[in-house]
């Protein structure tokens, strides 16, 4: 649009529009970048635009005004030379432009009036003017100018926002610059807006024809807008000259007033001065107090390290002294103890006669010298002791030295024998157990003891072999020396291992019982020698075993199982032309190794290596046996063989495991097998998860097992028995979740053979399930190996209740109980208050504990007054007084937990101690429930369960295993019953007694002297204490007599009964003849335990016409005591009698009664005596109590007798 020949103008005019709105375009990301700042950016008087403006921009630039400058270098009326040269001078325009601006900027101070500003002023002016013709020359709509708004946007450089954005302008109307301090107003004349209402309200032709005039109209009202604008301007600038005036003089002012500060501020230094410099003199002061203050300090160094360097030397020489004490103590030698207590009292006041520092100093070593005293005062008490039980032993030991000299031969010599070496072994244990060592001690007198022992062992007669091995382990026994190899020995004890060598006088035995009794404690020489003695008989019925037998009584036993399994047992077990498939070959102990088994059992297992090779079925059995008959030769030197059942059983369970899944099972998941006590179970049960987890299955691997027992105590011994002796030798990873901590069964899948307890698969169990049961699955490749089924499945309840010991609640619940036992108010200031927390929780606690409290007491007095309850006292320190109660079998049951049972032990351990002690030692426990855990469904999610039980159980307990754990039955033959002796059976049941031909032609025998009738109705207690009373006295003339009483309180009962009847007969000691088995008396004294046991089947005197002692028991001894007798005679008579006082309502009960007697190859003996008013709830529908001859038809009906005797149907 320049006038001709200036083309050159107009491409510079568009090159620095274009540039001018490309700085606009990029203007916050240079601000951003720090090359503008919001305020430079302010003063150049431009901001950002959107990329849609500058796209909108710049076509109407390219599209509307370029063309007129190119359409003039078309017409030649400029050169292109001359358009180039435009646009770098439009470059160069705005870069000297944007250059000079920000030079002024930087260097000058931009105050308004400065050439800066005022250079700025012009060129923006110019600029608006330029770009308000531009937009009047090529504009085709209106343009409708607006008032600037006064406030900018909310960030410098950006479009105004929301309603500041332009209200009023077209849509084509160009941006407009904000230029600061000016304010054009409304550029609009009167013409203009006539012309506007002209538009709105004319026609067509009207608005062309003010299209077409307006551009000259707007551009004289522009240039009157900048006239009227620079008068406005030179009156602002002369306005701001006189506000600089003013503010010059304000700036006086302020020098003055500054110049008055500095004048206060040298003062003000001058006294900081002055105190720098005092604080240095003080400084100094300070640095001359502190290295007196350092010397002197040096000084009290230097003592308290003298006073040290004293304290530890004294310290040194008091332990000197309380360790030669405790040598001494450890030594056992009253001498030594004696002299160093000498010494170290000698030392002693030495130490105290040579102190000479400060009372501090003085207190410490008399602390010092308190311990050592203390340790003087245990010594001296420890050395009274031992002098007493040393005087003691020597005493009796002479005395029983004496009385052998004047011995007057017969009974009498051997009952005086027995009891001086009953007194003097007693002396001796007590002398050993108050620490004292008798070998360094008292050698002579231990010797001549040794002697009167040796005198006392002749009574038991015996071969020069038997008597050898005698006197060594009474020489053993004498002469380990140090207590730790004693532990609860007894006199009993010792009797026991005599009797042991008396009963067995082979070879074998004496041989391997000589080597045991050299390397044995003496505390484990009657376990030792009484494996000892099952090996050797059990080796010696092996040799009697008859393997057609044991087959055809595996036939026999089963032949009503179901069909899969009889014919897995005919497979193997198989008559007549078909054998089966268990022959001689397949046994592990062949007729050719019996003869060579006791003379070289080493050779026996080479020959078992080598013929390998020939087993089928018993390959894998083979190797387990073979290792445990290794370790059994290496600890006892004899030959450990299984015999035919345990085989035959072994191959039975392995045929059952392949055939899992067939459809002839039939959906059955579970196989359990009856073994009798005695029969090896616990090596059935290690062989069998041996077997399983070394098998291979189709991943290669064999399968895990779970072998899970009732008792902490058995399945950890059980474990420990074959763990070394079988799983490690054999590369098998076991472990015993008994033996671990807490968080143990958490890694069980980490193990092939795994021994537990029922609630640790429930732990297992929930925590696969909580965790999302990712291991789930790892039960189905698992299996389950249940011992003692009828206790741990029958017995107990299906479902287990876990519970969690809630600690806030356990503290709360103490608090309350605290309370409650010292009743001093506090009991409602416990109370919860609404609103605290967990107030919901103690509230349900604050009454449960008052209302247990209150029980407690009930409990208590209940047990007083001999009524029976759910708990027991006791007198284990663990069991903190008591102890929960099995409803069934009425023994204690130490694995049950309950809240009642915390708050009894609770408030026993407030009555024997302080509240704070109690507190801090003994805290309670409060047990929340968490679920219930079914059995069965634990259980059920394991591929298979091997059970083992020693009954089976009834009809309906049987039906019940087969409902829930989809089980079959498998009834294993007792050993010797399949054993061919010469005279009769081996194998003996409990039988009712009733006279029999052995008693009639003894001479010594009378009818009235056993009982006639093998169940006794009375009508009351007192009747049936006197008939029990009766048939004890006259029994034990022949037989022992062990008396199985109803409960705790009714064996009490018996024992003061039986014992009253013993003293009025005047010759016999009522507490010897009868002896107390009860679970009292476990509690009471587990040693006299012991005895008892042992000298429950013994006569009172070694004279083969000597009486028998009489035992009385509860259902503790009634279920897994083993009472031995080997006594020749009294198996002529039938052996063990038994009185039962009350019938258990169980079968599997009575068959545990039953064991009791006839074990092993010993005839047994039974009969019960009955109070009907016991039997009251079990008749209450007639009301009526049991009459006497309710059993009359079944005692005397000849099909009934002789037979053992199972519950009546009556």
């Known amino acids: 649009g320049m006038p001709n020949g200036q083309s050159l103008w107009s491409y510079g005019l568009l090159t620095y529009f274009f540039m001018e709105l490309c700085f606009r375009l990029n203007l916050s990301l240079l601000i951003q970048k720090g090359t503008y700042t919001e305020e430079m950016a302010t003063l150049l008087a431009v901001r950002a635009i959107p990329t849609s403006s500058f796209l909108k921009q710049t076509i109407t630039l390219f599209c509307l005004l370029v063309p007129v400058p190119m359409s003039r270098v078309v017409l030649s009326d400029a050169s292109p030379e001359q358009a180039i040269f435009g646009i770098l001078f439009g470059i160069i325009v705005a870069i000297v432009y944007h250059s000079l601006y920000m030079y002024f900027f930087k260097h000058k101070e931009p105050t308004e009036g400065s050439l800066p500003v005022r250079l700025r002023c012009c060129l923006a002016r110019i600029a608006m003017c330029l770009e308000a013709s531009l937009a009047m020359c090529f504009s085709c709509c209106p343009w409708r100018p607006r008032r600037l708004p006064q406030d900018h946007g909310t960030q410098l450089g950006e479009p105004l926002q929301g309603s500041q954005a332009e209200p009023q302008r077209d849509a084509e109307a160009p941006d407009v610059y904000l230029l600061p301090r000016i304010n054009p107003g409304f550029i609009e004349t009167d013409h203009r807006r006539q012309a506007v209402q002209r538009e709105v309200g004319g026609g067509a032709g009207q608005r062309t024809a003010w299209c077409c005039c307006r551009r000259l109209q707007d551009l004289r009202g522009f240039f009157e807008f900048l006239f009227v604008n620079a008068a406005e301007e030179v009156e602002e600038m002369n306005n701001r000259v006189a506000r600089a005036e003013g503010d010059a003089e304000a700036a006086t002012i302020r020098a003055a007033a500054a110049l008055a500060d500095a004048k206060r501020a040298e003062e003000s230094r001058a006294r900081e001065e002055e105190k720098v410099k005092e604080a240095r003199e003080a400084t100094e002061k300070a640095k001359q107090e502190l290295d007196v203050a350092s010397k002197d300090r040096d000084e009290e160094r230097k003592k308290t390290e003298q006073q040290m360097n004293f304290i530890n030397q004294r310290t040194s020489q008091v332990t000197t002294c309380i360790n030669s004490l405790q040598d001494a103590i450890a030594s056992g030698r009253v001498e030594r103890l004696t002299k160093s207590l000498n010494d170290t009292r000698v030392e002693l006041e030495a130490m105290r006669s040579s102190m000479t520092y400060d009372d501090r100093t003085a207190a410490t070593l008399e602390q010092l010298f308190g311990l050592v005293e203390q340790k003087q005062e245990e010594c001296e008490r420890k050395r009274s002791e031992w002098q007493r039980a040393l005087d003691i032993f020597k005493a009796r030991v002479r005395q029983a030295a004496d009385a052998e000299e004047t011995a007057a031969g017969g009974r009498a010599q051997v009952k005086k024998l027995t009891s001086d070496a009953e007194a003097v072994f007693g002396s001796m244990m007590d002398a050993i157990r108050a620490g004292v060592n008798l070998k360094n001690s008292a050698e002579e007198t231990l010797t001549l003891a040794q002697k009167v022992l040796n005198n006392w062992q002749l009574v038991f007669k015996g071969t020069l072999r038997q008597q050898e091995l005698i006197t060594a382990i009474i020489s053993t026994v004498m002469w380990a020396g140090d207590k730790d190899q004693y532990g609860e020995?007894?006199?009993?004890?010792?009797?026991?291992?005599?009797?042991?060598?008396?009963?067995?006088?082979?070879?074998?035995?004496?041989?391997?019982?000589?080597?045991?009794?050299?390397?044995?404690?003496?505390?484990?020489?009657?376990?030792?020698?009484?494996?000892?003695?099952?090996l050797v008989f059990l080796l010696e019925y092996t040799a009697k075993a008859d393997m057609d037998l044991a087959k055809r009584l595996f036939r026999e036993s089963n032949d009503k199982g179901p069909k899969f399994l009889t014919d897995i047992i005919e497979k193997l077990c198989g008559y007549g032309a078909n054998r089966g498939q268990y022959l001689e070959n397949e046994a592990f102990l062949q007729s050719s190794d019996l003869a060579k088994a006791k003379e070289d059992p080493k050779q026996i297992l080479e020959q078992i290596k080598q013929r390998g090779q020939t087993y089928k079925l018993m390959d894998a059995f083979r190797k387990i046996f073979v290792v445990l008959a290794e370790e059994k030769q290496r600890q006892y030197g004899v030959l450990m063989a299984p015999h035919h059942t345990q085989t035959i059983a072994l191959l039975i369970f392995r045929a059952f495991l392949d055939r899992l899944g067939h459809q002839d099972l039939e959906g059955t998941k579970a196989l359990i097998a009856r073994v009798a006590t005695g029969e090896g179970k616990s090596m059935l049960i290690a062989a069998q998860a041996a077997f399983m987890a070394l098998s291979k299955d189709k991943d290669g691997g064999g399968k895990k097992v779970h072998v899970i027992g009732t008792d902490e105590r058995l399945v950890s011994r059980d474990f420990h028995d074959f763990d070394q002796a079988l799983f490690q030798k054999m590369g098998i990873k076991a472990t015993c979740l008994c033996d671990s901590d807490a968080q143990a069964w958490r890694g069980v899948w980490d193990y092939d053979v795994v021994?537990?307890?029922?609630?640790?698969?429930?732990?297992?169990?929930?925590?696969?399930?909580?965790?999302?049961?990712?291991?789930?699955?790892?039960?189905?490749?698992?299996?389950?190996?249940?011992?003692?089924?009828?206790?741990?499945?029958?017995?107990?309840?299906?479902?287990?209740?876990?519970?969690?010991?809630?600690?806030?609640?356990?503290?709360?619940?103490?608090?309350?109980?605290?309370?409650?036992?010292?009743?001093?108010?506090?009991?409602?200031?416990?109370?919860?208050?609404?609103?605290?927390q967990q107030f919901d929780e103690k509230q349900r606690v604050y009454k449960i504990v008052q209302q247990k409290w209150k029980q407690a007491k009930e409990i208590k007095r209940a047990v007083e007054a001999g009524k029976p309850t759910d708990f027991l006292p006791s007198t284990d320190v663990d069991d903190a007084g008591w102890i929960a109660k099995d409803p069934k079998s009425g023994l204690p049951d130490k694995s049950k937990q309950s809240t009642q049972l915390e708050i009894l032990r609770f408030a026993h351990r407030l009555r024997i101690a302080e509240p704070d002690v109690v507190r801090r030692t003994f805290p309670m426990k409060w047990f929340e429930p968490l679920f219930v855990m079914s059995k069965p469904l634990v259980f059920g999610r394991y591929c298979c369960i091997l059970g083992f039980s020693g009954t089976l159980g009834n009809d309906e307990e049987k039906q019940f295993l087969q409902d829930a754990y989809k089980c079959t039955f498998l009834d294993v033959p007792e050993f010797l019953r399949t054993c061919q002796?010469?005279?009769?059976?081996?194998?003996?049941?409990?039988?009712?007694?009733?006279?029999?031909?052995?008693?009639?032609?003894?001479?010594?025998?009378?009818?009235?002297?056993?009982?006639?009738?093998?169940?006794?109705?009375?009508?009351?207690?007192?009747?049936?204490?006197?008939?029990?009373?009766?048939?004890?006295?006259?029994?034990?003339?022949?037989?022992?007599?062990?008396?199985?009483?109803?409960?705790?309180?009714?064996?009490?009962?018996?024992?003061?009964?039986?014992?009253?009847?013993?003293?009025?007969?005047?010759?016999?000691?009522?507490?010897?003849?009868?002896?107390?088995?009860?679970?009292?008396?476990?509690?009471?004294?587990?040693?006299?335990?012991?005895?008892?046991?042992?000298?429950?089947?013994?006569?009172?005197?070694?004279?083969?016409?000597?009486?028998?002692?009489?035992?009385?028991?509860?259902?503790?001894?009634?279920?897994?005591?083993?009472?031995?007798?080997?006594?020749?005679?009294?198996?002529?008579?039938?052996?063990?009698?038994?009185?039962?006082?009350?019938?258990?309502?169980?079968?599997?009960?009575?068959?545990?009664?039953?064991?009791?007697?006839?074990?092993?190859?010993?005839?047994?003996?039974?009969?019960?005596?009955?109070?009907?008013?016991?039997?009251?709830?079990?008749?209450?529908?007639?009301?009526?109590?049991?009459?006497?001859?309710?059993?009359?038809?079944?005692?005397?009906?000849?099909?009934?007798?002789?037979?053992?005797?199972?519950?009546?149907?009556?």
Not at 1081 to 1109: C, H, V
């Open 755 to 836: 021994y537990c307890l029922p609630h640790h698969l429930s732990l297992l169990y929930t925590q696969e399930v909580t965790s999302g049961g990712s291991k789930l699955d790892n039960f189905k490749d698992c299996v389950l190996l249940i011992d003692e089924v009828d206790a741990l499945v029958i017995d107990r309840s299906p479902t287990d209740m876990v519970i969690d010991n809630h600690q806030s609640l356990s503290e709360y619940a103490m608090e309350v109980g605290i309370a409650l036992h010292l009743q001093n108010g506090k009991l409602e200031d416990l109370a919860p208050k609404r609103g605290q």
């Open 981 to 1210: 002796v010469e005279t009769g059976e081996a194998f003996h049941t409990a039988e009712w007694t009733t006279p029999c031909l052995a008693r009639t032609e003894s001479v010594n025998v009378k009818k009235e002297d056993f009982p006639q009738q093998a169940i006794e109705v009375l009508p009351d207690e007192r009747a049936q204490l006197k008939r029990v009373r009766q048939l004890a006295f006259r029994a034990r003339r022949h037989v022992p007599v062990l008396v199985i009483a109803g409960s705790s309180e009714q064996a009490k009962d018996v024992v003061e009964e039986l014992r009253e009847e013993a003293q009025r007969s005047g010759s016999m000691e009522e507490w010897d003849v009868v002896r107390d088995l009860s679970f009292t008396q476990w509690e009471r004294s587990r040693m006299d335990y012991k005895d008892n046991l042992f000298l429950a089947t013994q006569r009172i005197g070694l004279q083969p016409q000597d009486p028998w002692r009489i035992t009385v028991t509860d259902a503790s001894g009634g279920r897994g005591t083993d009472y031995k007798i080997y006594d020749s005679e009294a198996d002529k008579l039938g052996g063990l009698l038994i009185i039962v006082m009350k019938l258990p309502l169980s079968s599997r009960e009575w068959t545990q009664y039953q064991g009791r007697t006839a074990r092993q190859d010993r005839r047994g003996q039974m009969c019960a005596v009955l109070c009907s008013q016991d039997y009251m709830d079990e008749t209450e529908d007639d009301g009526t109590a049991l009459p006497g001859d309710a059993y009359r038809r079944a005692l005397h009906d000849d099909a009934y007798r002789g037979r053992p005797w199972a519950a009546p149907d009556a």
């Open 489 to 534: 020995l007894t006199f009993a004890e010792v009797c026991f291992c005599l009797q042991t060598v008396q009963r067995n006088g082979s070879d074998s035995f004496i041989t391997e019982g000589l080597k045991l009794v050299k390397n044995k404690a003496p505390k484990d020489l009657q376990a030792a020698l009484e494996t000892l003695n099952n």
